[in-house]
């Protein structure tokens, strides 16, 4: 079974800040990893999707990458903002409803 | 629709009554998901539809629980008998599947469940 690790498990940053978000898995048979943002009792909203023949993705101050053979993609965040604060998931996709998430990071910018 | 709808949002029942939670897919996705979220704990599957073929119901917690999914779109969770150990945010997912060239999933905004 798929386990998955996000390191660190609660981020806090003064607004501005670069920062970068790991996420680890075990099984390397991946057809994508997606990284999700939630918000406080809210759904999961989709950032970047990696597919398994990419290295990265980017969407504005967002960019992914994704190192397959060593079970490894990190998240990327430039000049973040108070606006950033949510937990970010990792989930990498080894086939149909085989989504597995990771724990997540708490990310808190300070103003 | 543009993206996938939970309806109600917020659902406070009493002990002991039945609830049905809605999620209406994105149009043309054959894939359908349902978690549920416990407070400050992951994402936990609870079943899975994918076209006309038999749903994966392998992570539904007890037999109060079941879901169906009407002409390969809309689909309803039911709990009966609700439990207080049942409050969550259920979410609902859908994607476009298609086995070799999957597609990201989409969330709906979930439906925060309170048995009281």
């Known amino acids: 079974k798929q386990e998955v690790t996000q390191i660190p498990a609660a981020l806090s940053v003064p607004e501005g800040e670069n920062l970068v978000l790991n996420c680890s898995f075990t099984d390397s048979a991946i057809y994508n990893l997606q990284w999700f943002r939630q918000d406080p009792g809210k759904g999961l909203t989709s950032l970047l999707l990696i597919q398994s023949s990419q290295r990265e993705q980017t969407s504005g101050r967002l960019n992914a990458s994704l190192d397959k053979s060593s079970g490894r993609s990190t998240l990327y965040i430039a000049a973040s903002q108070p606006g950033d604060s949510a937990t970010y998931l990792c989930a990498p996709e080894t086939g149909a409803n085989n989504l597995f998430f990771g724990t997540g990071t708490r990310l808190t910018v300070i103003p | 629709g543009a993206g996938v709808s939970q309806s109600p949002s917020n659902k406070v029942t009493e002990k002991g009554k039945d609830v049905e939670l809605r999620c209406d897919p994105i149009s043309g996705h054959t894939a359908l998901y349902w978690y549920r979220q416990s407070l400050g704990q992951g994402l936990e599957f609870l079943i899975y539809f994918q076209g006309n073929s038999a749903p994966d119901k392998s992570g539904l917690p007890s037999d109060r629980f079941s879901a169906e999914r009407t002409g390969g779109s809309v689909s309803t969770l039911t709990i009966q008998r609700t439990q207080q150990e049942d409050s969550a945010v259920y979410l609902c997912?859908?994607?476009?599947?298609?086995?070799?060239?999957?597609?990201?999933?989409?969330f709906g905004s979930g439906t925060r469940l309170t048995v009281v």
């Open positions: 997912a859908s994607s476009l599947w298609t086995g070799l060239n999957p597609y990201g999933y989409t």
